[in-house]
C-alpha cells in the first residue's frame, strides 16, 4: 500500500487580491505551530514530492524544520504537480474576470472543469495530468508514504483520479492552506474480469485543520 499524505502549500499574501494561478509566488510561513503540528504527525520515512513552484518548496522547508534535523532521502520537485495554468486570467481581479466572461461565474472555481482559459489549461487537463503524475511516483516509490506538498487545484484532482469521479464534481471539495488530505493506493487488479493491475484507492480523510487536530493521530493511525 501506498499513502499520500497531500498539503496544500500556506497563505500567497501577496497577490494583491488578484488571479495567480500557476504564477510562481512566495507564501507565508509565519504560523509555526500550524507547522509544527503537520511535522508531529507526518511519517518520518516518507518520499517528499512538491511541484515546481516556490510556495510548496517553502512550505515542506517550513515543516522539515519542525522535523528534528529530518532531511528526506528522497524529494522530488515533480512539475506536472502544479497549480492549474490560467493562462490570460491571471493577473486579473474576479470583477475584471467576471466583467471578462460576460459575469458568467462558477460558485466554487474560476470556470466549469471543461472550460479551458485563454492561453491555459481546463480542470479536466489539470486532472488528466495530476493523475498521470501520481501513477508514475507510485510505480517509482510503491508502499511508501509519499508526503505532497502541492495545491488547491492538484488536491482536487488527485481526488478526482482516486475517486473516479468527473472533475466538475471534485470542484465541490474545499481544501485549506495547509490542510492535510490523506489517500491510500492499494494494489491489485481493477477486477475479478480485468487484467488491468489499476489497483484501489481509499480516502481516509480531506481537508484537515491541523490546528484543530487535538486527536487526528488517533484518527490518522
Excluded at 20 to 46: H, I, K, W
Aim: hydrophobic share 40%.
Amino acid at each position: 500500500m501506498t499513502t499520500w499524505w497531500w498539503i496544500r502549500h500556506a497563505p500567497v499574501t501577496c497577490h494583491g487580491g488578484r488571479i495567480y494561478g500557476n504564477n510562481d509566488l512566495p507564501c507565508d510561513t509565519s504560523e509555526q505551530e500550524t507547522f509544527r503540528t503537520l511535522a508531529q504527525l507526518l511519517p518520518r520515512d516518507a518520499v517528499w514530492v512538491t511541484s515546481h513552484l516556490q510556495r510548496t518548496h517553502q512550505t515542506a522547508d517550513a515543516i522539515l524544520r519542525e522535523m528534528d534535523g529530518h532531511a528526506p532521502r528522497h524529494r522530488l520537485a515533480e512539475p506536472d504537480l502544479g497549480e492549474q495554468a490560467f493562462g490570460d486570467w491571471q493577473g486579473l481581479t474576479h470583477d475584471e474576470l467576471a466583467a471578462r466572461r460576460d459575469g458568467a461565474w462558477h460558485r466554487f472555481w474560476l470556470a466549469p472543469a471543461h472550460e479551458r482559459p485563454p492561453g491555459g489549461e481546463s480542470f479536466n487537463e489539470l486532472v488528466a495530468r495530476v493523475g498521470a503524475s501520481i501513477e508514475r511516483i507510485n510505480s517509482a516509490h510503491p508502499d511508501r508514504n509519499i508526503v505532497a506538498v502541492a495545491h488547491g487545484g492538484t488536491i482536487r484532482a488527485a481526488l478526482a483520479n482516486a475517486l473516479g469521479i468527473a472533475p466538475e464534481g471534485a470542484l465541490a471539495f474545499q481544501v485549506a492552506n495547509c490542510a492535510l488530505t490523506r489517500l491510500q493506493h492499494i494494489p491489485g487488479p481493477l477486477g475479478s474480469h480485468s487484467d488491468r493491475d489499476e489497483g484501489a484507492w481509499a480516502v481516509v480523510a480531506v481537508n484537515l485543520d491541523p490546528k484543530a487536530m487535538v486527536s487526528a493521530k488517533e484518527f490518522l493511525s
